[in-house]
């Protein structure tokens, strides 16, 4: 199961009953004013940490879906290392600039963070070679931190 809610907790009983479960709570950002705006539905990152916790203690197997990670702002690094004595598993996925979102993703960055509009704008041009080097990144720490990972990364390429 993978949620964005910390109420995940109510269903531990639920969970125990079946042989093969998880639960992967997914964020992308644990600075709460950034994060309200990105994630409006969801609950806070505090909260979906002690979720995390709170299926540790109870033996249900867990997952951190760190996603989307977005370019200079997602600390997964970060992420990692405040969870991983009761997270099981991590995910990574990438930020992906679909026409659909992309006007929305540069209001955010105009709003909150213009010094990365041309970051961004050169991460998503044709010829960046940005998530490779960031899946590497992750790789190369995942693999040194003994810490078990899938990727989900999209390389797609946009024009920002």
Same mark, same amino acid.
Not at 135 to 145: A, D, G, T
């Given at each position: 199961?993978? =949620?964005? *809610?910390? !109420?995940?907790?109510?269903?531990?009983? !639920?969970?125990?009953?079946?042989?093969?479960?998880?639960?992967? !709570? *997914?964020?992308? $950002?644990?600075?709460?004013? %950034?994060?309200?705006?990105?994630?409006? !539905?969801?609950?806070?990152?505090?909260?979906?940490?002690?979720? %995390?916790?709170?299926?540790?203690?109870?033996?249900?197997?867990?997952?951190?879906?760190?996603?989307?990670?977005?370019?200079?702002? =997602?600390?997964?690094?970060?992420?990692?290392?405040?969870?991983?004595?009761?997270?099981?598993?991590?995910?990574?996925?990438?930020?992906?600039?679909?026409? *659909?979102?992309?006007?929305? $993703?540069?209001?955010? %960055?105009?709003?909150?963070?213009?010094?990365? $509009?041309?970051?961004?704008?050169?991460?998503?041009?044709?010829?960046?070679?940005?998530?490779?080097?960031?899946?590497?990144?992750?790789?190369?720490?995942?693999?040194?931190?003994?810490?078990?990972?899938?990727?989900?990364?999209?390389?797609?390429?946009?024009?920002?």
């Amino acid at each position: 199961m993978i =949620t964005k *809610s910390d !109420l995940v907790v109510r269903d531990i009983d !639920l969970f125990k009953q079946f042989k093969n479960c998880m639960v992967a !709570l *997914s964020f992308s $950002i644990t600075d709460e004013k %950034l994060r309200k705006q990105v994630e409006l !539905l969801s609950s806070p990152a505090k909260q979906k940490i002690n979720s %995390l916790k709170e299926l540790h203690k109870a033996k249900i197997p867990t997952a951190l879906f760190i996603s989307p990670i977005f370019p200079q702002i =997602t600390d997964w690094v970060k992420m990692i290392n405040k969870t991983k004595s009761f997270v099981d598993e991590y995910w990574f996925e990438n930020l992906n600039l679909y026409p *659909s979102i992309k006007g929305e $993703i540069f209001n955010f %960055l105009r709003k909150n963070k213009p010094e990365l $509009i041309e970051k961004y704008k050169e991460i998503y041009s044709k010829n960046s070679n940005y998530w490779n080097i960031e899946e590497n990144k992750i790789i190369e720490f995942c693999k040194k931190n003994k810490v078990i990972y899938k990727i989900y990364f999209h390389h797609k390429r946009n024009d920002a």
